[in-house]
Nanobody, 118 residues
Framework: QVQLVESGGGLVQPGGSLRLSCAAS????????MRWYRQAPGKERELVAAITKTGGSTNYADSMKGRFTISRDNAKNTVYLQMNSLKPEDTAVYYC???????????WGQGTQVTVSS
């Protein structure tokens, strides 16, 4: 059974940091690119960051560059999102996604809430 379980969300003050984790199981993690998305109330889901299968390449949405860092540990089947200098507009539900377009496969986690507020 495929599972992606996000954790690490919560309430943080502006300027603070959080580290999200996404633990994967039920599929060969190291063969999938991984992405973090987020969805704020009333807005469409947007891509936050992506990392290749080996972790050799990453990319970020413009508004996250320099503040967020995506990483992965294939030995632990886990992808991370380190978020620094958080802003109220970063408030959203953050979702983990595993993607293998060559096989037409894409898996999603249930999301973790991040709230940035004083």
């Amino acid at each position: 059974q495929v599972q992606l379980v996000e954790s690490g969300g919560g309430l943080v003050q502006p300027g603070g940091s959080l580290r999200l984790s996404c633990a994967a199981s039920g599929f060969t993690f190291g063969r999938y690119a991984m992405r973090w998305y987020r969805q704020a109330p009333g807005k469409e889901r947007e891509l936050v960051a992506a990392i290749t299968k080996t972790g050799g390449s990453t990319n970020y949405a413009d508004s996250m560059k320099g503040r967020f860092t995506i990483s992965r540990d294939n030995a632990k089947n886990t992808v991370y999102l380190q978020m620094n200098s958080l802003k109220p507009e970063d408030t959203a539900v953050y979702y983990c996604n595993a993607d293998r377009p060559d096989y037409g496969l894409s898996f999603w986690g249930q999301g973790t809430q991040v709230t940035v507020s004083s």
